[in-house]
């Protein structure tokens, strides 16, 4: 072999070497942040909580703790009473473990947190995606002896989740502290948990079948009915701030309104489904056909989170406002109606009517117990509640048609003798009543459609002169001068 021929080898190689590692250089360079991002963990960890009164499932919940870190599966326990609830859509895993304690209520150290969830879940401004990111499982803690309210607050729960869009990871779970077999049921059902977390691809029921999860909002589902089907039990209850078409059909509502008693030879406006609903949505009723609710917004102050939009626009403490309504009727069934139209409707004031000073006095009492309830709450100072325990506002717009009320200037005169401002709603199908109306703080007429037709069908009026009404009661307003109108 000559010599260049040895040298043009030589120099080949070396030419083939150095282009070998630069290649391999720049290929670790470029797979070098592919792997950091794989391998960089989710900063934010699964909540498990539990809800607990004798502390069973304080020690269910640390048991699950242990075994998902044996599986290297990150979580965090949480006491639900130190947790701030509005945080629950930035989660993406919630493990639940929650026991059921008298009258199928939750314990004491998860009420605001149960409350919270029950209260989000019905409200139509929420939405049904709320926690639509969010994938959980639920495991209930209780006791066949009390009959239908074994597991009562697990179940509720899973429903109320569900409502939000969450994912249902594992039905259920229903341990029995008095059948002898809690600690293999939850075993059971902790090793479904773990299967799906750490990518199982099904997860199967007692059936043998895949579960899936029933992500239909609060409807009534089976765990609900009696065993008999159709049989007695009382009227659904439905929240009335749920927009979801599920509220109980007007047939049903008409039979009972046609049962319902007569006092001095009036009806009685709020009929028991009526009642029934309200109360077990938080409303509380006075007399006959009045209401009050504590408002979210009157919550989130009080926590020191924020108030509504009358606070952003007029200055007004959300948490010293009070709302409530002298008349659960109205003259509409609006599509968009929040009440499902299980209220009453009419004309005119057709039922027993209450005093007015007795309206004002239970509400500003029952407002003021729904406060103190607030005592405790994160976040909730005791300058704010006690402010809170004197309310300066009162929004009569809860529910209804407020102005129906044949007293309503004596109970607008009653809170301002007691220097409590009013904020009243009227859907102008009343326009004698606005004129005759004493100044109120401020009055506000809906105004849901710019034309005949479209308010015909947008409000679905009982009055065949709805439109009429509805243009003079809009020419009242340029007589209230004093007024904040819009």
Same mark, same amino acid.
């Given at each position: 072999?000559?010599?260049?021929?040895?040298s043009?080898?030589?120099?080949?190689?070396?030419?083939?070497?150095?282009?070998?590692?630069?290649?391999?250089y720049?290929?670790?360079?470029?797979?070098?942040?592919?792997?950091?991002?794989?391998?960089?963990?989710?900063?934010?960890?699964?909540?498990?909580?539990?809800?607990?009164?004798?502390?069973?499932?304080?020690?269910?919940?640390?048991?699950?703790?242990?075994?998902?870190?044996?599986?290297?599966?990150?979580?965090?326990?949480?006491?639900?009473?130190?947790?701030?609830?509005?945080?629950?859509?930035?989660?993406?895993?919630?493990?639940?473990?929650?026991?059921?304690?008298?009258?199928?209520?939750?314990?004491?150290?998860?009420?605001?947190?149960?409350?919270?969830?029950?209260?989000?879940?019905?409200?139509?401004r929420?939405?049904?995606?709320?926690?639509?990111?969010?994938?959980?499982?639920?495991?209930?803690?209780?006791?066949?002896?009390?009959?239908?309210?074994?597991?009562?607050?697990?179940?509720?729960l899973?429903?109320?989740?569900?409502?939000?869009g969450?994912?249902?990871?594992?039905?259920?779970?229903?341990? @029995?502290? %008095?059948? =002898?077999?809690? /600690?293999?049921?939850? !075993? +059971?059902?902790?090793?479904?948990?773990?299967?799906?977390? *750490? $990518?199982?691809?099904?997860?199967?029921?007692?059936?043998?079948?895949?579960?899936?999860?029933d992500?239909?909002?609060?409807?009534?589902?089976?765990? @609900?009915? %009696?065993? =008999?089907?159709? /049989?007695?039990?009382? !009227? +659904?209850?439905?929240d009335?701030e749920?927009?979801?078409? *599920? $509220?109980?059909?007007?047939?049903?509502?008409?039979?009972?309104?046609?049962?319902?008693?007569?006092?001095?030879?009036?009806?009685?406006?709020?009929?028991?489904?009526?009642r029934?609903?309200?109360?077990?949505?938080?409303?509380?009723i006075?007399?006959?056909?009045?209401?009050?609710?504590?408002?979210?917004?009157?919550?989130?102050?009080?926590?020191?989170?924020?108030?509504?939009?009358?606070?952003?626009?007029?200055?007004?403490?959300?948490?010293?406002?009070?709302?409530?309504?002298?008349?659960?009727?109205?003259?509409?069934?609006?599509?968009?109606?929040?009440?499902h139209?299980?209220?009453?409707?009419?004309?005119?004031?057709?039922?027993?009517?209450?005093?007015?000073?007795?309206?004002?006095?239970?509400?500003?009492?029952?407002?003021?117990?729904?406060?103190?309830?607030?005592?405790?709450?994160?976040?909730?100072?005791?300058?704010?509640?006690?402010?809170?325990?004197?309310?300066?506002?009162?929004a009569?717009?809860?529910?209804?048609?407020?102005?129906?009320?044949?007293?309503?200037n004596?109970?607008?005169?009653?809170?301002?003798?007691?220097?409590?401002?009013?904020?009243?709603?009227?859907?102008?199908?009343?326009?004698?009543?606005?004129?005759?109306?004493?100044?109120?703080?401020?009055?506000?007429?809906?105004?849901?459609?710019?034309?005949?037709?479209?308010?015909?069908?947008?409000?679905?009026?009982?009055?065949?002169?709805?439109?009429?009404?509805?243009?003079?009661?809009?020419?009242?307003?340029?007589?209230?001068?004093?007024?904040?109108?819009?």
């Amino acid at each position: 072999m000559s010599p260049s021929s040895f040298s043009t080898r030589l120099t080949l190689l070396a030419l083939l070497s150095a282009t070998t590692f630069y290649l391999l250089y720049k290929s670790r360079r470029r797979l070098k942040p592919l792997k950091q991002l794989t391998l960089n963990p989710n900063p934010r960890k699964g909540k498990l909580f539990f809800i607990t009164q004798t502390g069973t499932s304080k020690a269910l919940a640390q048991r699950l703790l242990n075994l998902l870190s044996s599986n290297n599966i990150p979580f965090d326990i949480v006491d639900p009473q130190n947790y701030e609830p509005e945080d629950l859509p930035k989660e993406s895993l919630i493990l639940i473990i929650a026991s059921t304690w008298e009258d199928g209520n939750p314990p004491q150290n998860s009420k605001f947190f149960v409350n919270w969830l029950a209260e989000i879940s019905t409200d139509f401004r929420a939405g049904n995606l709320l926690l639509s990111d969010c994938k959980f499982a639920v495991f209930g803690v209780g006791s066949r002896v009390y009959g239908e309210t074994f597991n009562a607050v697990a179940r509720d729960l899973g429903k109320r989740l569900r409502g939000l869009g969450a994912t249902e990871m594992v039905a259920v779970g229903e341990g @029995d502290v %008095d059948g =002898g077999a809690l /600690g293999s049921v939850f !075993e +059971e059902w902790s090793e479904k948990v773990v299967t799906v977390l *750490k $990518g199982g691809l099904a997860v199967e029921n007692e059936n043998g079948i895949v579960y899936e999860s029933d992500v239909g909002s609060l409807e009534s589902d089976d765990d @609900d009915d %009696d065993d =008999g089907g159709g /049989g007695g039990g009382g !009227e +659904e209850i439905v929240d009335l701030e749920d927009i979801a078409g *599920k $509220g109980p059909s007007r047939k049903k509502s008409v039979n009972v309104a046609e049962t319902n008693e007569k006092l001095d030879g009036k009806r009685e406006m709020v009929t028991p489904v009526i009642r029934a609903n309200l109360e077990k949505q938080g409303y509380k009723i006075i007399g006959s056909h009045s209401g009050v609710k504590i408002c979210r917004w009157t919550k989130s102050q009080l926590r020191g989170r924020g108030g509504c939009y009358k606070h952003s626009f007029y200055g007004i403490e959300s948490h010293r406002c009070m709302e409530a309504t002298p008349s659960l009727a109205c003259a509409n069934k609006c599509v968009f109606c929040w009440r499902h139209h299980t209220n009453p409707v009419g004309k005119s004031w057709q039922w027993k009517m209450d005093d007015p000073l007795e309206i004002v006095n239970t509400a500003i009492d029952l407002h003021t117990k729904m406060i103190k309830q607030m005592k405790g709450v994160p976040g909730v100072t005791q300058e704010r509640l006690l402010e809170g325990l004197s309310p300066r506002h009162c929004a009569l717009s809860l529910v209804g048609e407020p102005i129906m009320y044949p007293e309503i200037n004596m109970l607008v005169d009653e809170l301002h003798r007691r220097r409590i401002s009013t904020f009243l709603v009227t859907n102008a199908q009343f326009p004698e009543k606005i004129k005759m109306l004493k100044p109120v703080t401020q009055l506000y007429v809906s105004v849901d459609a710019a034309t005949k037709d479209s308010l015909k069908a947008i409000d679905r009026p009982i009055f065949g002169d709805f439109w009429e009404r509805f243009i003079v009661s809009i020419s009242f307003l340029k007589t209230r001068k004093i007024e904040l109108k819009h």
